[in-house]
């Protein structure tokens, strides 16, 4: 069975960003996976960095929606 998108993203941006952010003092906080009906439909990669007290979130949101979502 072929991986999907999300799964897919989840491991390919694991590996190529955890690396360099940690050199740069991020941690992985979370990763948050959205779901509509019950599917995967977008996920985050949340990076903390506690002694500057900054934050870096990385999404991928592959599937179209014409949900609106506010700024």
Not at 10 to 15: D, F, M, S
Not at 62 to 70: E, L, N, R, S
Request: hydrophobic share 35%; net charge negative.
């Amino acid at each position: 069975m072929a991986m999907d998108k999300i799964d897919n993203f989840n491991i390919k941006a694991e590996n190529l960003f955890r690396p360099e952010l940690e050199k740069n003092g991020y941690t992985l906080d979370e990763i948050k996976i959205g779901e509509i009906n019950g599917e995967k439909w977008s996920t985050h990669h949340i990076y903390i960095n506690n002694k500057s007290n900054l934050k870096i979130i990385i999404k991928q949101e592959p599937y179209y929606t014409d949900c609106i979502v506010p700024v």
